[in-house]
Nanobody, 117 residues
């Protein structure tokens, strides 16, 4: 059974930091492209950051210089370090795994991030 379990969300003041984690099981993690998406109320889900199985990294323009994605293949975990958070970063954050060979996709359940004073 495939599971992607996000953790680390919460309430933080503007300018603060959070680190999200997504622990995977039931997949061959090293072969997966790992993405972080977010969805704010009333808005479409958007790609925030991506890290390939070859460690190629991409970010949305809105988070460049503030967010850092990383992966630990030994722990089957992907991280999203979020610094200098803004109220507009408030959203539910989801991790997604895409197997680079089979193209199978799996999503986590989401983790709420709220940036507010």
């Amino acid at each position: 059974q495939v599971q992607l379990v996000e953790s680390g969300g919460g309430l933080v003041q503007p300018g603060g930091s959070l680190r999200l984690s997504c622990a995977a099981s039931g997949i061959f993690f090293p072969r997966n492209v790992m993405d972080w998406y977010r969805q704010a109320p009333g808005r479409q889900r958007e790609l925030v950051a991506s890290i390939s199985n070859g460690y190629i990294i991409n970010y949305a323009d809105s988070v460049k210089g503030r967010f850092t994605i990383s992966r630990d293949n030994a722990k089957y975990t992907v991280y999203l370090q979020m610094n200098s958070l803004k109220p507009e970063d408030t959203a539910v954050y989801y991790c997604k795994a895409t197997d680079d060979y089979t193209r199978d996709e799996h999503w986590g359940q989401g983790s709420q991030v709220t940036v507010s004073s």
